[in-house]
């Protein structure tokens, strides 16, 4: 059974830093495409971050670029997100997902998803 596991979020000032876990079972991360998304209230999800198995290099959405690294670690069997000089903005749930096979153009399309964890909150105080 595949499952998701996010953890690390919490409350940290502007500036800070947090670095999001997601611990996964039932599936090797590297033979998986893994995105990471947020949602905050009263808004859409969002993609933010992807890697997808056959290519290590990441892929990230403009408003986080520069600032979030997504990672992974098969022998821990974790997905990772570090969020660098965070920013109120930056305030959301935040979401791991993984599916065995996501086309490039798809990659920020919830949808395209098939497992996910169960979000970890951040909240970014200005």
């Known amino acids: 059974e595949v499952q998701l596991q996010a953890s690390g979020g919490g409350l940290v000032q502007a500036g800070g830093s947090l670095r999001l876990s997601c611990l996964v079972s039932g599936f090797a991360v590297n033979d998986y495409d893994i995105g990471w998304f947020r949602q905050a209230p009263g808004k859409e999800r969002e993609w933010i971050a992807g890697i997808k198995a056959t290519n290590s290099n990441p892929f990230y959405s403009d408003s986080v670029k520069g600032r979030f690294t997504i990672s992974r670690d098969n022998t821990k069997s974790t997905l990772y997100l570090q969020m660098n000089s965070l920013q109120p903005e930056d305030t959301a749930d935040y979401y791991c997902?993984?599916?065995?096979?996501?086309?490039?153009?798809?990659?920020?399309?919830?949808?395209?998803?098939?497992?996910w964890g169960q979000g970890t909150q951040v909240t970014v105080s200005s």
């Open positions: 997902a993984a599916s065995l096979s996501v086309i490039h153009s798809n990659l920020g399309v919830p949808s395209a998803y098939d497992y």
